[in-house]
């Protein structure tokens, strides 16, 4: 119990450590010993924070690329991981183990030729050029598929008889059953992308497009021995909707993680 | 004589003129239907992902620098690769760094998951969960910026608190050791939530009823451990080494934020490599061959997982 208790408490130190630095003032970011309750919060860091700089642009930049790419994730494989699961066409077989197979390629091997493609459509410097690269979920449609086959064919069966189109089958019942797998897909596809700093980093170049982690990087270089507090309060206001969403569906990160190892 | 009578089907719409020809347009309908709904995630992948894997291949096999045209030098880039002691360093430092952040991520994660098994209480078991979870949340990049404040050699919480223990303060950033010992612990302490979860699952899938009789029978927690609950849990320590080694060996956000590379080119990963090739070197087919060289790289090191795991993980 101890032990775990001084894990506990070493694992949280950073971040709470990033907090109350946050709430001092610049001055005395690095009084030593460090003053883990601040005795005064400056609460005017973080409205300095959105003053003095474009902290409202990241954030909202972050909004919207998030966004805009667990959309597409959800509604791109949802639409994919049924049709492998649930339909029955030639070459699936091939086509979802191509899509399998580029599900193990590490985006460092591919992060090249997607920049050139960007820049041969006009894209550099896009949000836009963020997003779209993003909606190829290939492990979306894996982890759809699978909660596709665990389904009954039955309910599908006999709506056909019925007289239902194989769209109405699928937008009338069996996504309306895929709320877990969606919700844990929004989940992980949100946690992967709202803390994105490398891709951000080559496709933007003006800095009133970019994210929150690289908007937060860049604020430290412009500001180098400034102030900490301000860059902090950034920081801690970048982790607040992962804090926030965690907190609401934690057992779908959970699930999120457990899934993805039954490879 | 005989007359043949034929007997038709009764069918309901005028357009079939032969059995079976009704189920083989049902079957293109729902072919169709199939190829629609998967075209968009297919789209996707095959321009995104797909297409560009090969791309980066032939890119390869170029000299381009984006200004003007590409030039096709066939293998040379390869050639001078392995002479290229930049990338050659890198992927020893990139290998170094993986293989020390993947063994304390998979043997903390568990040691803190086997202690956490044995809390009953649920309140304790979330708070802990939450507590390991939560670096998990934060960015890589802007917690580098956080962690780099935290290990300043001379105003950094880290070394104020180890001499307060009469231990020495060490050097963090500015030395080659320190470094590198820096961005392990950094990228250890963010990833350690992902193992200890998947490992909490794992344990909780472990029947109790095994454990209960090795008990009666006598056996020691160690024994316990090496013997029933490890080969058990095997599938998920594997998942956990491949994709934790894949993930450390692309090592880009904490050594571009906290040390460039540096000092000297003490924590310059190959990933670092391709980006500064790439992207600041304008040195497009070089910086793909790099890229290939680390693919294989990766493919390589899964493919030996893999084999080695036959000897030692349980599937049941």
């Known amino acids: ?58 954030i909202l930049n972050s909004v919207v690329v998030t966004g805009l790419i667990v959309a597409g994730q ?106 877990a797998p969606m919700a844990t897909l929004a989940v992980l596809t949100y946690a992967a992308y709202w803390n994105e700093f490398f891709r951000p980093l080559i496709f933007l170049q003006t800095s009133s497009k970019f994210t ?37 569906a934690q057992r779908y990160f959970v699930e999120g993680i457990v899934a993805g190892s039954f490879r | 004589m005989s007359t043949v009578t034929q007997v038709r089907a009764p069918h309901t719409s005028g357009a079939r003129t032969t ?61 001078t690769l392995v002479h290229d002691q930049t990338v050659t360093k890198s992927l020893a430092v990139t290998l170094g760094l993986a293989v020390a952040i993947v063994a304390l991520q998979v043997g903390l994660g568990l040691g803190l998951a086997l202690l956490v098994a044995q809390r009953t209480s649920k ?36 070394n104020y608190y180890l001499t307060m223990l009469h231990l020495p303060a060490v050097s963090w950033l500015s030395s080659t050791g320190g470094a590198t010992a820096t961005i392990v612990l950094v990228a250890v302490w963010q990833q350690l939530g992902f193992t200890f979860i998947l490992f909490v699952a794992a344990l909780g899938a472990v029947p ?16 316990l451990f090496w013997r029933i609950k490890l080969p058990l849990i095997s599938p998920s320590v594997l998942f956990a080494s491949v994709v934790g080694l894949i993930n450390a060996m692309q090592l880009f956000d904490q050594p571009y934020v906290m040390t460039k590379g540096g000092p000297g080119d003490a924590t ?26 680390l693919f294989v790289v990766l493919l390589l090191i899964t493919a030996v997982q893999f084999t080695v795991s036959r000897k030692w993980v349980f599937y049941s």
């Open chain 1, 1 to 58: 119990m101890l032990v775990l208790t001084i894990a506990a408490v070493l694992v949280v130190a950073p971040i709470a450590w990033a907090v109350s630095t946050s709430l001092r003032t610049p001055a005395t970011s690095f009084d030593l010993p460090p003053h883990w309750i601040p005795t005064h919060p400056v609460w005017s860091n973080y409205s300095a924070a959105f003053d003095k700089v474009p902290l409202a642009t990241f």
């Open chain 2, 123 to 158: 309140v304790a078991r979330t708070i802990f969960r939450t507590a390991f979870f939560l670096p998990l949340l934060a960015s890589a990049a802007s917690i580098s910026i956080v962690m780099s404040y935290l290990f300043d050699q001379h105003f950094g919480v880290i």
């Open chain 2, 19 to 79: 059995p079976g020809s009704g189920r083989r347009r049902a079957a293109r309908r729902e072919a169709a239907f199939g190829y629609a709904m998967a075209s968009l995630s297919l789209i996707a992948v095959f321009v995104f992902t797909a297409g560009p894997i090969v791309a980066s291949f032939v890119l390869a096999l170029f000299k381009w620098d984006i200004i003007s045209s590409p030039e096709f030098v066939g293998l040379r880039n390869f050639q």
């Open chain 2, 208 to 223: 109790p009823d095994i454990l209960e009789a090795a008990k009666v029978d006598g056996a020691t927690p160690a024994r």
């Open chain 2, 268 to 293: 310059y990963t190959t990933v670092l490599v391709v980006y500064q090739t790439a992207f600041q070197n304008l040195q497009f087919g070089y910086a793909s061959a790099i890229s290939v060289l």
């Open chain 1, 74 to 179: 959800l509604i791109t494989s949802t639409m994919s991981g049924y049709a492998f699961a649930m339909v029955r066409f030639r070459g699936q077989k091939a086509l979802f183990a191509i899509i399998l197979a580029t599900m193990m390629v590490p985006l460092q091997t591919t992060i090249i030729p997607v920049f050139l493609l960007i820049r041969y459509l006009g894209l550099t410097d896009s949000r836009l050029s963020l997003v779209l690269p993003a909606v190829a979920g290939a492990f979306g449609t894996f982890l759809m598929r699978q909660y596709f086959l665990q389904m009954p064919r039955e309910l599908g069966e006999a709506a056909r008889v019925d007289g239902a189109s194989h769209w109405q089958v699928f937008s009338r019942i069996y996504a309306r059953l895929a709320f």
């Open chain 1, 212 to 248: 929150l982690p690289l908007g937060l990087v860049s604020l430290q270089g412009y500001f180098g021995t400034g102030s900490v507090s301000i860059v902090l309060a950034g920081v801690v206001i970048a982790l607040i909707p992962s804090v926030l969403i965690f907190a609401a």
